[in-house]
């Protein structure tokens, strides 16, 4: 039977093929599918309707019409729709038939005879009992800790039942109450209402987690141009698994043997010794949270991205002929940029239904290392197996000739980047999320605890970076973690000084204090190297979930403290003045309520890592930040950019270097 990920995707390419057609008349074939309607009845509470969209509620696919009607639809065990041309005769087990304006056909089909529509007046769709006994959607609000604690409390039946039960949490199916149970180490046999209150929040993470990884997997999919969602149901949407089918064999986290049983007439696996043990609440796979159908988002214009900046434009015809056998439609491409980045140069990219983000380095660069396209694609293609904030790369073009560098093509992630207003964020770059989602930005502006948590989140996801196994994921080779703060002190040092322009005093003081007493490498973790509020995505209903982080350009091998040094680097405090806080890429809200060491010391509790010499890892972000702004405003100096927002950026350089060596005087950061 499918479950609620797969109706999800279902669902969406439904509305993608039929929203806005109207339903010129409807054939009943199979009286039993409609069974709260005569056929006649039927065909004509929908003959006539145009739908405006289709979404989902539980595992109900929902047909919203403009006449005050819903039509609801669930698959059962076998059910499919299929889109047919005028021309095509009806396959076998054709239940239902709903001839659009377009002169297709969208027809039910189900070989069991198992599945399932009624049409309900909309006003009253709430209230109607496939949909009245529903738990709340796990990405809502209302799925919430609160609920989970009330809601286990009260059942008796064992977690594996209770998970499976729809009434108490809609969404999760054989499949994924397995694995949910793995990733936060829970026996299948506990009672409910013996889950201890510390354990449900790596429950509650670990259901959106599996759910939301199924969705991200299920839309990778590619899609049959008739059958609708075919290929992305039946056993569910992945191969590998963590435990589900995976009996006999090494549990990934221990290597003990899954075991199998049954409860309630389903199998049940989990491995015996992980989930006895306490939940890893810190290293748990942190999923990306999604945005679903319930209701469908209405369609609208792009809004993070703008017209093409002049002197960054791509050719569009060497382009399109390179995308056009990955694209698999005849549609025109179309072409717009994210505005915010500095560095590497990223596009939207639209070709017919689908979209690509393209990631090129930027015009005039001189040093090829240092925006290294088919690295950053390696990069990605093995951490976003392992990591699922890393978007996932798709498609890497070596042929210079085409947009006249090398560049890759990655998956589009969808969230809120927090810049400047948390407001004025909110409302220019999602206008069209959930109602819930204004309270919450409104409780980021003027709730402590919340910003404490969205702050506490954003280092703690930069911990679980750096708690990654970066050998087992295959990125041994990545870097060279002997002597690396060595090598990035010295390294950005002759950079600063291969790019200057102008005089920095304060800069080269801070350089020379720096260059004195270079400690050793504290450990060895994957470091981001630009990690910073302007390059992760928050999911818009949840600011303190993270849905993806963005620009993995110098990503290598390092020292984790490094790393964190680069981040509070980023982080501005009142003494930076309000220029340099209010500068629009920084998340003025949350760096005038939380300090510096209030971040280090989240880090070093979500770590285990000592950061008592946090001065010296702070004072070189500060200035490889520096050196940064400086690269880029010689390129604006020398014309290889003509973006206006790079004239000033000799004046940050000279800020920051005051404020590095104000650190240096103070012995804080």
Known sequence: MPEMPEVEIVARALHQAVSGRRIVSAELLRPRLAPFAAPGRFAETLGGGRIDSVGRRGKNILFDLDNGRTLLTHLRMSGRFMLLPPESEHPKFTHAVFHLDNDSRLIFQDQRHFGLMKVIESAGLSGD????????????????????????????????????????????????????????????????????????????????????????????????????????????????????????????????????????????????????????????????????????????????????????????????????????????????????????????????????????????????????????????????????????????????????????????????????????????????????????????????????????????????????????????????????????????????????????????????WLNKDIPKESGASIVHNDYKFDNVMLDPDDLTQITAVLDWEMVTIGDPLMDLGTTLGYWMSADAGEELMRMPFNPYVLMKNVSRQQLADMYAEASGRDVSNILFYYVFGTFKIAVIAQQIYARFVNGSTKDARFANFDRFVGKLGEIAVRAIDSQRI
């Open 129 to 512: 009992t496939a949909i009245a006994k529903l738990a709340p959607e796990p990405f809502s609000p209302e799925f919430c800790l609160g609920y989970l604690l009330r809601t286990l409390g009260r059942s008796g039946c064992t977690l594996k039942e209770f998970l499976l039960d729809q009434t108490k949490v809609c969404g999760l199916g054989n499949i994924y109450a397995s694995e949910a149970m793995f990733l936060a180490r829970l026996s299948p046999r506990r009672r409910a209402k013996n889950v201890a209150q510390r354990h449900i929040e790596p429950l509650l993470e670990s259901i959106r987690g599996v759910l939301a990884e199924a969705i991200s997997v299920a839309e990778t999919k590619v899609p049959d141009p008739v059958i609708i969602g075919e290929g992305v149901y039946g056993d569910g949407v992945r191969a590998d698994w963590l435990v589900y089918e995976r009996e006999g064999l090494p549990c990934t986290a221990c290597g003990a043997p899954i075991r199998r049983i049954r409860q309630g007439g389903r199998s049940t696996y989990f491995c015996s010794k992980c989930q006895r043990l306490p939940p890893l609440c810190s290293v748990i796979y942190r999923r990306p949270a999604v945005k679903l159908l319930v209701p469908p988002e209405p369609a609208s214009t792009d809004q993070e991205t703008a017209a093409v900046r002049s002197g960054e434009e791509l050719d569009l015809t060497s382009l399109t002929a390179f995308l056009r056998p990955h694209a698999e439609s005849e549609a025109p491409v179309e072409l717009s940029q994210f505005p915010a980045g500095s560095s590497n140069l990223t596009y939207l990219v639209k070709a017919g239904s689908r979209e690509f983000v393209l990631r090129r380095p930027p015009f005039g660069n001189t040093v090829k290392t240092a925006h290294d396209m088919r690295r950053e694609f390696d990069v990605l293609s093995k951490l976003s197996a392992v990591y699922p904030p890393a978007p996932r790369p798709i498609i890497f073009c070596a042929d210079e000739s085409i947009i006249g560098s090398e560049f890759y093509l990655m998956e589009r992630r969808r969230g809120l980047i927090i810049r400047g207003s948390i407001i004025s964020t909110y409302r220019v770059s999602s206008p069209h999320v959930s109602k819930g989602s204004a309270e919450i930005v409104s409780k980021l502006e003027n709730s402590q605890t919340f910003r404490l948590r969205a702050s506490d989140r954003f280092i703690r996801n930069l911990s679980d970076l750096h708690a990654l196994d970066y050998k087992a994921a295959g990125l041994g080779d990545l870097g060279h973690p002997e002597g690396y703060p060595r090598r990035q002190v010295e390294g950005w040092t002759k950079r600063y000084f291969a790019a200057k322009t102008n005089e920095h005093p304060e800069l080269e003081a801070a350089i020379e």
